[in-house]
């Protein structure tokens, strides 16, 4: 990876710009499935809220897909999820 950075960085400028700038893309949105050890698979659909005041401060909210066990009532946990993003 270093070496294909260091070449495009040597002849493309615009490269060498946009490379150094770091601006990185955050997702806001998506999906993950996992694995509880009672309900099984949980496949949860995932959306970020920035506020607009404070960039640093993110709310993830956490909802079962359409059509899976979670979303339609089936599952019951003994115990509150607890989610930690990877």
């Known amino acids: 990876m270093a070496v294909l950075v260091g ?6 400028p615009h490269f060498r710009q946009w490379w150094a700038a770091h601006n990185v893309a955050s997702r806001t949105t998506g999906t993950k499935t996992m694995h509880h050890p009672v309900a099984g698979e949980l496949i949860l659909d995932w959306d970020t809220l920035t506020a607009s005041t404070a960039v640093e401060q993110r709310l993830v909210i956490w909802t079962a897909a359409p059509e899976t066990p979670p979303a339609s009532g089936s599952v019951s ?5 607890r989610i930690t993003p990877s």
């Open 7 to 12: 070449a495009l960085s040597v002849q493309d």
């Open 77 to 81: 946990l003994p115990q509150p999820l």
